[in-house]
């Protein structure tokens, strides 16, 4: 499987992953259970944004800069992590799902940007040996974050 076909694998899991936290959280009635869930989101983010990142967006770091993307990818990060963050800190249940839902919001929109974006531009500017070999290195980098524990 080349990185792309992984990665959108993977994205697929994670829109079913918004799909539900979208239906969830307006029915959970504790500041807990909504950390808890977003705990969950944060998570699996960080893994799949970690190996992205390191893996595809750093061989695209200039065609990415010369379509003016590369900060707004960046941004986008910072504002999913700040908003889930957050959710550690309010006391009102109100305030905790706005945060939750406005993190999947801002998710599914950065996830579809990657889509439209990055990995058109991979397919295009990256050879496809590179591309399978790029798939080859995030089964060994999931699998070393997996024993890190
Ligand atoms: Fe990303
Ligand atoms: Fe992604």
Redesign the pocket.
């Given at each position: 499987m080349t990185i792309i076909q992984t990665l959108a694998a993977e994205h697929v899991v994670f829109h079913n992953v918004f799909d539900h936290i979208e239906q969830a959280t307006p029915k959970l009635r504790t500041v807990a259970e909504v950390r808890a869930l977003a705990g969950l989101l944060e998570a699996l983010l960080k893994v799949h944004?970690r190996i992205?990142?390191h893996l595809l967006?750093e061989p695209l770091e200039p065609n990415l800069i010369q379509l003016g993307q590369h900060e707004n990818?960046h941004a986008?990060?910072e504002q999913i992590d700040a908003d889930l963050a957050a959710i550690t800190k309010v006391r009102r249940v109100t305030d905790a799902r706005k945060l939750l839902l406005g993190a999947v919001l801002a998710s599914r929109k950065?996830?579809d940007k990657?889509e439209r974006i990055v990995f058109p531009l991979a397919r295009r500017l990256l050879a496809a040996k590179t591309l399978t070999a790029l798939g080859k290195r995030w089964r060994e980098e999931r699998q070393a974050i997996a024993t890190e524990g």
């Amino acid at each position: 499987m080349t990185i792309i076909q992984t990665l959108a694998a993977e994205h697929v899991v994670f829109h079913n992953v918004f799909d539900h936290i979208e239906q969830a959280t307006p029915k959970l009635r504790t500041v807990a259970e909504v950390r808890a869930l977003a705990g969950l989101l944060e998570a699996l983010l960080k893994v799949h944004s970690r190996i992205e990142d390191h893996l595809l967006m750093e061989p695209l770091e200039p065609n990415l800069i010369q379509l003016g993307q590369h900060e707004n990818f960046h941004a986008e990060h910072e504002q999913i992590d700040a908003d889930l963050a957050a959710i550690t800190k309010v006391r009102r249940v109100t305030d905790a799902r706005k945060l939750l839902l406005g993190a999947v919001l801002a998710s599914r929109k950065h996830f579809d940007k990657e889509e439209r974006i990055v990995f058109p531009l991979a397919r295009r500017l990256l050879a496809a040996k590179t591309l399978t070999a790029l798939g080859k290195r995030w089964r060994e980098e999931r699998q070393a974050i997996a024993t890190e524990g």
